[in-house]
């Protein structure tokens, strides 16, 4: 489902994202007949959208950088070049806006700055500015010595950074979220990450200890590892009575995990400004850089329970009760261009390999891709997270987004092996269709697919029956007749007839996989629903 749009010159509504008077709604809420339908931008293309007296925007679609070039200067009468040149455009304009993929449903109430990079509408790749799309006009500038990576900036730890004076905020007179996706290169000395004027007093600081340090006088501490992205929250709430005769009392959220909480008295002066990303201000004379990475950052007013954390940080409102294992090619924390571990984003010490020449795209914020009718490329996923997190009453549910790329042959992908067993348990592509087999080939109603489509499939089980999914809908019941518990060896696009070997090109899937999750449970047709509706925009569904 693309985003939806309005053009207003009036509030910001619920469930919205905002660049100048242009609304971009996150499938977060219901926004009945004012809003207009938008289109799927393509994929390594964009879609503009353009103010109309009536009848909503008109809207055009650009394949690649040449259509975008070509249609800009159409629209504005120019005689731009380069693409940049259209993105720098856009992001000036009030009644326009470009976007290269539908933005995320992450919780939009009381949001007063949302900096994403991956995003052209925030940062049209090679701008000064880092655009603001909380509708305040919160913007970064200037950018010092950043180098944008496609997906966040780099900081160099000596000169890098980037500040605003954030309009309307005041983090001593009310409760407030913070909020950074971050990587640290180095955790050798004290750092300012994301902190207002003269600190640390306020925000997220890399200690003199190599801790990460959440600070609104008070602080909160978690272990941090050089090279590895990591989603921050950080509730503040001032007390009370606002002044400091009252207590300041700080949460800190780490990748989803409540790590504590700790009170300290109320200072004077966090509403220091300006703010600033990679270095600490220091009322003129900038020092404690930041070496590492920044891909987004937001500030709220009041409070996130643990469903806005996780909402936030696994890019929508999914089904988290009983949540095993969560690994996404588009979440940072999970996978980064250039990597071969697949991080999973319930248990760290899990991972998946990526063998032979699996590769990245940008496809849907990410997409690994793995070619058929080979033997060398493959996926290795993490097979303890079967052995000790599932059930052995047979009670459990597998979830992804995948892409299957054609509709030939009889082939394999998510199967388990052990020293005696080979393919256990694994799912069967045949032709268009696809069915468990679970010791032997199962009898029931298959999904059905098309070449290259990108689609939600979902197995719940129960412990004597499989129950199919695709895109929210049930499909069908199999019998389940072998748990997968005490599997040593599970690849997603391969066949087994040895463990994690005896591979057959004839029977390896042509693939590609955005998310993989496993439920330590039988997840309900209304949370199967659920977690389709909570990330089907990103897929364009």
């Keep these: 489902m693309p985003n939806v749009i309005k053009y207003t010159t009036g509030a910001t509504e619920t469930g919205c994202l905002r660049k100048g008077n242009m609304l971009i709604g996150n499938n977060t809420a219901d926004y009945g007949l004012t809003f207009y339908n938008g289109i799927n931008p393509p994929d390594g293309g964009y879609t503009i959208y353009l103010n109309k007296a009536t009848g909503g925007p008109s809207i055009y679609t650009a394949n690649n950088n040449a259509e975008l070039i070509s249609i800009t200067n159409q629209i504005a009468g120019t005689n ?55 509708g305040y006009g919160n913007n970064f500038t200037p950018m010092v010595n950043m180098s944008f990576t496609g997906r966040s900036f780099d900081f160099n730890g000596t000169d890098s950074g980037v500040q605003d004076h954030i309009s309307s905020y005041n983090p001593d007179s009310a409760d407030s979220v ?30 003199s200890n190599g801790t990460l340090r959440a600070i609104a006088y008070a602080s909160v501490y978690a272990n941090l590892t050089v090279g590895k992205w990591y989603h921050a929250i950080m509730n503040i709430d001032p007390g009370a009575t606002k002044n400091s005769t009252d207590q300041t009392y700080v949460q800190l959220y780490l990748n989803g995990e409540y790590i504590g909480q700790s009170n300290a008295n109320t200072g004077n002066g966090m509403n220091d400004q300006p703010f600033t990303l990679g270095y600490d201000y220091r009322s003129g004379s900038p ?45 940072l924390v999970s996978f980064e261009d250039g990597s071969t571990a697949w991080y999973d984003m319930v248990n760290s010490n899990y991972s998946a390999s990526l063998v032979g020449n699996v590769s990245y795209s940008t496809t849907y914020n990410g997409t690994l891709n793995a070619d058929g009718s080979q033997t060398s490329d493959y996926i290795i996923l993490p097979h303890q997270v079967l052995d000790n997190d599932i059930s052995s009453n047979g009670a459990w549910s597998l ?41 032997s080939l199962q009898n029931g109603s298959a999904i059905s697919f098309t070449a290259e489509e990108t689609f939600h499939l979902t197995l719940t089980i129960n412990g004597s029956s499989i129950y199919l999914y695709k895109n929210g809908s049930y499909i069908g019941r199999y019998s389940y007749t072998k748990n997968i518990t005490n599997a040593t060896g599970w690849v997603l696009n391969q066949e087994q007839d040895a463990l994690l070997g005896g591979f057959q090109s004839s029977q390896a ?6 998310i993989i999750r496993v439920y330590n449970k039988t997840l309900s047709s209304e949370e199967v629903l659920q977690n389709f509706n909570a990330q089907r925009n990103r897929f364009g569904i």
């Design 80 to 134: 731009y070049i380069t693409s940049a040149q259209c993105l720098e455009y856009y992001a000036g304009q009030t009644d326009k806006i470009v976007l290269n993929a539908n933005l995320s449903p992450i919780v939009t109430d009381g949001l007063i700055l949302c900096l994403h990079a991956s995003d052209v509408s925030s940062y049209p790749k090679t701008s000064n500015i880092w655009y603001d799309l909380s």
């Design 178 to 207: 913070m909020e950074l996706w971050f990587k640290p290169m180095d955790l050798s000395q004290e750092q300012a990450i994301f902190s207002d004027n003269y600190g640390p007093e306020y925000g997220f600081w890399i200690h």
């Design 287 to 331: 020092t404690r850089y930041f070496s590492g990475s920044i891909a987004a950052a937001s500030v709220y007013y009041g409070q996130f329970n643990q469903s806005e954390v996780s909402q936030n940080y696994y890019g929508g409102p999914i089904i988290t009760d009983d949540l095993v294992l969560a690994l996404d090619a588009g979440n």
């Design 399 to 439: 979830e992804c987004w995948l892409r299957m790329d054609n509709t030939s042959g009889t082939t394999y992908f998510f199967s388990t092996a052990t020293p005696s067993t080979t393919n256990g348990w694994i799912i069967q592509k045949n032709s268009n269709t696809i069915f468990p087999w679970n010791e």
């Design 509 to 514: 899937t042509d693939m590609g996989i955005n």
